[in-house]
């Protein structure tokens, strides 16, 4: 069974650069048929996708976050990374890995998660 | 972007009941839309991809429905543990979006 699994800190002080890992285990992040993404939720609200990238190094970004966001494949450790800069508390939220089909024709939807990560933002 | 509107936000109901959820797209997806389940503290879980296909392993009283730009995620008769939040999701286009979600209560 597929896992995956966040990593980083849990706070992060506003204007710095928040920074996850996720790292993929019973599965390799370098099959070609899939995207590796990141997800974050704000406490109480909703979901928002953030990115997502293949393991060839494309990479898919939401416009809203894209001047900030920048996510990295490292396929030697099976992990995928994200780093978020000049972070405010907006930025708060339970961080999450995901997997999803890289052509979602036949199907589609993010069909592994991590337990998801709390990154919060304060001084 | 595509903006995804689920009705109700909250939906209060019994065990047995059968209840819909509705998710409207602002363009068309064709069939790009999934369904998940949330519970607190946990991931969202994977129900429904391609508006009507069912996840492995997710019961059969789950099953979806709708083309085009409205969609519905029907639980035919209520279990103790379907109560928690659903959100659909589509993936005509990126970015990818969620509905805001909706909340099952118990009633």
């Known amino acids: 069974q597929l896992q995956l699994q966040e990593s980083g800190p849990g706070l992060v002080k506003p204007s710095e650069t928040l920074s996850l890992t996720c790292t993929v285990s019973?599965?390799?992040?370098?099959?070609?048929?899939?995207?590796w993404g990141w997800i974050r939720q704000p406490p109480g609200k909703g979901l928002e996708w953030i990115g997502s990238?293949?393991?060839?190094?494309?990479?898919y970004y939401n416009p809203s976050l894209e001047s900030r966001v920048t996510i990295s494949v490292d396929t030697s450790r099976n992990q995928f990374s994200l780093k978020l800069i000049s972070v405010t508390a907006a930025d708060t939220a339970v961080y999450y890995c995901?997997?999803?089909?890289?052509?979602?024709?036949?199907?589609?939807?993010?069909?592994?998660w991590g337990q998801g990560t709390l990154v919060t933002v304060s001084s | 972007d595509i903006q995804m509107t689920q009705s109700p936000s909250t939906l209060s109901a019994s065990i047995g009941d059968r209840v819909t959820i509705t998710c409207r797209a602002s363009?068309?997806?064709?069939?790009?839309l999934a369904w998940y389940q949330q519970k607190p503290g946990k991931a969202p879980k994977l129900l429904i991809y391609?508006?009507?296909s069912l996840e492995n392993g997710v019961p059969s009283r789950f099953s979806g429905g709708g083309y085009g730009t409205e969609f519905t995620l029907t639980i035919s008769s209520l279990q103790p543990d379907d109560f928690a939040t659903y959100y659909c999701?589509?993936?005509?286009?990126?970015?990818?979006?969620f509905g805001q979600g909706t909340k099952l209560e118990i009633k």
């Open positions: 995901a997997r999803h089909f890289l052509s979602e024709a036949a199907r589609g939807g993010f069909n592994y």
């Open positions: 019973s599965g390799s992040i370098t099959s070609i048929s899939y995207l």
């Open positions: 391609k508006a009507s």
């Open positions: 999701q589509q993936y005509g286009s990126y970015p990818r979006t």
């Open positions: 990238i293949h393991s060839a190094g494309n990479t």
């Open positions: 363009q068309s997806l064709s069939s790009w």
